[in-house]
Each structure stands twice: as structure tokens, then as C-alpha cells.
């Protein structure tokens, strides 16, 4: 069974731009998680999609939105970019069913670098 | 506030060695511990508890979880360099569907 898989890997912008990443969770999993790790902060949550819904958002500002397709494939798209958002962008996927105890797996990453 | 506390932040140890890494939490809606392993790369998982008191084992790594103190331990017998990483513990939040992290322990395994 495929992984779940992430674009691109590597990524440089430039102050104000915006960019989006894309993710395709494991085959079955119908919830994604986007998850922010930098070496001050560690990893923190972004947000969850389920069945096309936000179902949970962390504590980031507006620019950071996501959405979830009808394939259960996410994508997160962060605006106006600022240095401080230079960080490994991680996304995690699961079955997702209410009550479960189920293990986020996750993707490679997108390493973000903000110039 | 929701937390998770992971000690050591940072390991040396030679080739042979025993290590236990530790993870303590605060979570008010606990729904399971789950702990990774990160090299260069995603966390990779490695084990997810649930129940107090059952020990969790694949090779030569093992945890157990103390629901009622509220921590969990990672043990890793006869370490390998290919043990050297980031071992993250984490929280999964069952009323936010989010994992809550620690900070990690880095690990280094030295020949």
C-alpha cells in the first residue's frame, strides 16, 4: 500500500508571495492532517480535513487555509508569506472515523524556505 | 493547557548501550500515546498505546504506558548507529482529532 505522498519537496519563495501544498493520503484514509515543524516551535498543528470538512484548527493565523477534495487529497496554501513561516511542512493521514484509536502516518514533507 | 514533556532533549551513547527515553503528558482529552522515530525525513511510527500497563515490543524497541501517572517510557536495547534520530512523543487529542508533540529527544549512537 502506497504512502501517503507530498509536492513538492523542496519549495523557495519570496516574502509576500503565497504557495500551496498538496497532499494524497494512504489509499482508505479519509482524514488529513497539516502539520507545521521548525526547530523553535517543534511540531504543531495546523489543521484536519475530513470528508471534505474542517473538522479542528490550531492556532495559526488566516493565511494558512487548507481544503480537502472528494479523493480524500488535501491541499494547504499559505499567503503573504512571511521569513517566519520557513518550515518543514508535514502532512499526516488516517481513517479518521469518529471514536477510533487509530496512527496518523506521515508524508515526506515540504521544506518550505521563505527568502 | 494541553502538554507533553520529553526527557532527555538530547542522548549520546556508544554502540551496545540501553537507552530509555521518557514522555510525560498533560492532556485533558487523552485518547492514545503514540511514539516516532525521525531521521532526515517524516516520522516514521513506531508505536501506539492505549491501555496502562501493556508493554508494546517490535525487535529490540519496546514502551509501556502509566495511565495513572500519566507517562510513558521508549527503551531501546543494544543501540545501532541506525538508532540515531529524533524520537517524538505525541499525544493524540480526542476531542480535536490532533497529536499534541513533545519536543523530542535527539539521539545520537556513536560506534
Known amino acids: 500500500k502506497a504512502g501517503v505522498t507530498q509536492t513538492p519537496r523542496y519549495l523557495i519563495k519570496t516574502r509576500g508571495q503565497q504557495v500551496t501544498l498538496s497532499c494524497s493520503p494512504i489509499?482508505?484514509?479519509?482524514?488529513v492532517s497539516w502539520y507545521q515543524q521548525t526547530p523553535g516551535q517543534g511540531l504543531q498543528f495546523l489543521f484536519e480535513?475530513?470528508?471534505?470538512?474542517?473538522?479542528n484548527k490550531g492556532n495559526f493565523p488566516g493565511r494558512f487555509s487548507g481544503r480537502q477534495f472528494s479523493n480524500s487529497r488535501s491541499e494547504m496554501n499559505v499567503s503573504t508569506l512571511e521569513l517566519g513561516d520557513s518550515a518543514l511542512y508535514l502532512c499526516?493521514?488516517?481513517?479518521?472515523?469518529?471514536?477510533?484509536?487509530?496512527?496518523?502516518?506521515f508524508g515526506p514533507g515540504t521544506r518550505l524556505t521563505v527568502l | 493547557e494541553d502538554k507533553v514533556v520529553q526527557s532527555p532533549l538530547s542522548l549520546v551513547v556508544h554502540e551496545g548501550d540501553t537507552v530509555t527515553l521518557n514522555c510525560s503528558y498533560e492532556?485533558?482529552?487523552?485518547?492514545?500515546l503514540l511514539w516516532y522515530k525521525q531521521e532526515k525525513k517524516a516520522p516514521t511510527f513506531l508505536f501506539m498505546l492505549?491501555?496502562?500497563?501493556i508493554e508494546k515490543k517490535s525487535g529490540r524497541l519496546s514502551s509501556i504506558l502509566d495511565k495513572k501517572e500519566l507517562f510513558s517510557i521508549l527503551n531501546i536495547t543494544a543501540t545501532q548507529t541506525g538508532d540515531s534520530a529524533i524520537y517524538l512523543c505525541?499525544?493524540?487529542?480526542?476531542?480535536?482529532?490532533?497529536?499534541?508533540f513533545g519536543q523530542g529527544t535527539t539521539l545520537q549512537v556513536k560506534p
Open positions: 499526516a493521514s488516517r481513517k479518521g472515523l469518529a471514536g477510533a484509536q487509530d496512527t496518523q502516518y
Open positions: 480535513y475530513f470528508s471534505e470538512t474542517q473538522r
Open positions: 505525541a499525544v493524540d487529542d480526542s476531542n480535536t482529532g490532533k497529536l499534541i
Open positions: 492505549t491501555s496502562s500497563g
Open positions: 489509499s482508505g484514509h479519509r482524514s
Open positions: 492532556v485533558t482529552n487523552f485518547r492514545s
